[in-house]
């Protein structure tokens, strides 16, 4: 007699997608709900024209997506709630409280990510929580923290616009954010620092990185790259 010899598809299987994919996506309601406050004002800052931060809702979209693949490939005995999680839920609404009250954008909505993941380790288990959390994190992006790197950025694209003036053979004297130059004065202003296109550079970079690339070093050197092109590209748009 022959024996059969069976394969077996690895990946997710249907109970498992039935029962992890709607117990984040039902977390992610109740944290958002809690936090609307937070929510609200990120959807009208990424809806502003004047935003840094117009990619937000695209960023958040490519979040959801790598979550809920994430969450789809959890197999149901890796689900074990880690209730201890709820402190650190608990600790953080404490925080984002605490800068709510104080009118600190930043701080109330850079909480956010933190306390969705925190909360999904509390009811998914710390296992499920680790593969979850490329997705989760990735919203970061999405999020206006990142202003406090634009007096840095501008005060660097300042040096190296100045850099390339004179490479080009244009004599240039800089005072503070002020370049004089033959024919006038301009002024690198906040605007000019390429925070978005730092961040958007990031992002893309991160992104691939992390689908295609399974080595660290790797994906350390495409994030270099990624991040450097960007702000080369702005140094050259500021520059012309």
């Not at 109330?108 to 499920?128: D, E």
Request: hydrophobic share 60%; net charge positive.
């Amino acid at each position: 007699m022959s024996e059969k010899t069976t394969y077996v598809r690895e990946g997710f299987s249907l109970p498992d997608l039935r029962r992890a994919v709607p117990l984040v996506a039902v977390v992610t309601v109740i944290m958002v709900a809690l936090f609307w406050p937070s929510a609200a004002w990120l959807l009208e800052e990424w809806g502003s024209s004047n935003s840094e931060f117009e990619h937000g809702i695209p960023v958040l979209l490519v979040a959801a997506v790598l979550t809920l693949m994430a969450a789809a490939r959890i197999p149901a005995d890796e689900i074990r709630p880690c209730w201890p999680a709820l402190l650190a839920v608990g600790g953080l609404s404490v925080a984002w409280l605490l800068a709510y009250v104080a009118n600190v954008a930043n701080g109330h909505t850079l909480l956010l990510p933190f306390a969705l993941l925190a909360a999904l380790v509390a009811i998914l288990g710390v296992r499920a929580g680790l593969r979850l959390a490329p997705g989760v994190l990735y919203a970061l992006f999405a999020l206006p923290a990142w202003q406090v790197l634009k007096p840095v950025l501008r005060d660097v694209t300042v040096v190296a616009v100045e850099a390339m003036l004179k490479l080009g053979g244009l004599p240039a004297v800089i005072e503070g954010s002020l370049v004089h130059i033959a024919s006038g004065t301009f002024k690198i202003a906040n605007g000019c620092s390429g925070l978005n296109f730092f961040v958007v550079g990031f992002a893309i970079a991160a992104l691939y990185g992390y689908i295609f690339y399974a080595s660290w070093p790797r994906r350390l050197i495409l994030l270099a790259v990624g991040i450097g092109l960007a702000v080369l590209g702005n140094w050259i748009r500021v520059a012309t």
